[in-house]
């Protein structure tokens, strides 16, 4: 059974420019998450999807991010325009249930740099 | 609200020695805890978690953690490390029945030598 895939696995823009990461759960997932770690700070949660419902978006930063979950299946996060302060790694992760005792699967992350 | 303390953020140990990675938590609810594990390059991987019952919980690669509540900590202990084991690991804890999203401690960096 295939883990759950991040593509790009790193990107390197300039400030002011649109970038786009993808993220596909392990099947049979409905529960997609995003998360985030700058450099040298704790993994913070972004925002979850239940199917293609954002069951929790309080961690987004703001309106410069945006999420989706086409047909529920696999998810993009667009950040647009991009800032110094974007830089870092994103990860996604699924569970096939919620109530948060379930297991989490983690992609291995997309690095992002902003110059 | 909930917080997550790892208060070491590296550990040096040299092979075959025990360790004991810390994580203490603050939560106004009862929480699930979680230890993960990122190898290089990869993503993590759930190493044990804690969800009721029994306060000792065994995980994959011979770790271990204890539960607790009096002293709200979690802490991961292995009785004999390998190479393969370096690697860096991140206490998180989730709110009982309230939400998923997991809140992670600032991660150890466990650096085993020969």
């Known amino acids: 059974e295939a883990g759950v895939t991040q593509f790009p696995s790193h990107s390197v823009i300039e400030k002011g420019q649109t970038v786009t990461l993808r993220c596909d759960p392990i099947?049979?997932?409905?529960?997609l998450y995003w998360y985030r770690r700058v450099m040298g700070k704790e993994i913070k949660f972004l925002l979850h999807?239940?199917?293609?419902?954002?069951?929790?978006e309080s961690g987004m930063p703001n309106n410069r991010f945006l999420a989706e979950r086409t047909g529920g299946t696999y998810s993009t996060l667009k950040v647009q325009p991009a800032e110094l302060e974007d830089s870092g790694v994103y990860f996604c992760?699924?569970?096939?249930?919620?109530?948060?005792?379930?297991?989490?699967?983690f992609g291995p992350g997309t690095r992002l740099l902003v110059l | 609200a909930q917080s997550v303390t790892q208060l070491d953020s590296q550990v040096p140990v040299f092979e075959e020695a025990p360790v004991e990675l810390r994580c203490n938590y603050s939560?106004?609810?009862?929480?699930?805890l979680f230890w993960y594990v990122q190898y290089p390059n990869q993503g993590l991987q759930l190493l044990l978690k804690?969800?009721?019952?029994?306060?000792l919980v065994k995980g994959i690669n011979g770790f271990e953690a204890e539960f607790n509540k009096s002293q709200t900590s979690f802490h991961l202990r292995k009785p004999s490390v390998h190479i393969s084991d370096t690697a860096e690991y991140f206490c998180?804890?989730?709110?009982?029945?309230?939400?998923?999203?997991?809140?992670f401690g600032t991660g150890t960096r466990l650096q085993v030598f020969p």
């Open positions: 804690y969800l009721s019952g029994s306060t």
């Open positions: 939560s106004s609810v009862s929480v699930y």
């Open positions: 992760a699924s569970s096939q249930g919620g109530f948060g005792q379930e297991t989490q699967y």
């Open positions: 099947s049979g997932h409905d529960n």
């Open positions: 998180a804890v989730s709110a009982y029945h309230n939400t998923d999203k997991l809140i």
């Open positions: 999807f239940v199917k293609e419902s954002k069951q929790d």
